[in-house]
């Protein structure tokens, strides 16, 4: 059977832009919930299509991914960091796919308009009520610090690949390269 040494450039393109865009929600969610400035309202506006956005890449990065499979991890990493692994990368998409709804769902709760731009608006998808909009409200918060968590988790992990195991899993996202690096105490095929 042919496993892939690298992931499929497409996913690697869909992974890098999405990084960036993940990155940037972040901060502009914190920014908007720490500040009653003019600047609220300027990084609410690029909250909500940003994150729909994110939503819409997701599910083709998720479609991405089923269609093609990622290389498999070093045969050597022990049982549980692969679960780990597979865990937190399955958390990330569930994470990518749930903020946005969550939000869209909140934004409906409360009564908001959804805008996206111009004359572009959401349908609201819940019924305003105040309770259900306080609830999302915190539920959007702490997804907000998972996503946060893992990402520094799946960041230390690939910086760990990279600059410990020094093995084929952050090139595999990066650039790849035609033939797997020699581990250092093995010996060049003569």
Known sequence: MN???AFHPLARLLHWTMAVLILAMLFIGVGMVS??????????ALHKPLGALIFILALIRLGVRLRFPPPPLPD???ALMRFVAHASHWLLYALMLALPLVGWAMLSA????ISLGG????????AANGETFAWLREAHRYLAYLLF?????HMGAALY??????????PSMTFPSS????????????
Do not use: F, N, Q
């Open 35 to 44: 500040t009653v400035s003019g600047k609220h309202t300027w990084l609410l």
């Open 3 to 5: 496993t892939p040494k």
């Open 161 to 170: 690949h990279g600059l410990i195991r020094r093995d084929d899993v952050l």
């Open 119 to 126: 004359s572009v608006h959401l349908p609201p998808i819940l």
């Open 179 to 190: 033939s797997s690096p020699h581990h250092a105490d093995e010996l060049p095929p003569p």
């Open 110 to 113: 409360g009564g908001y308009p």
């Open 76 to 78: 050597d990493m022990p």
């Open 149 to 153: 968590v893992t990402v520094l988790g």
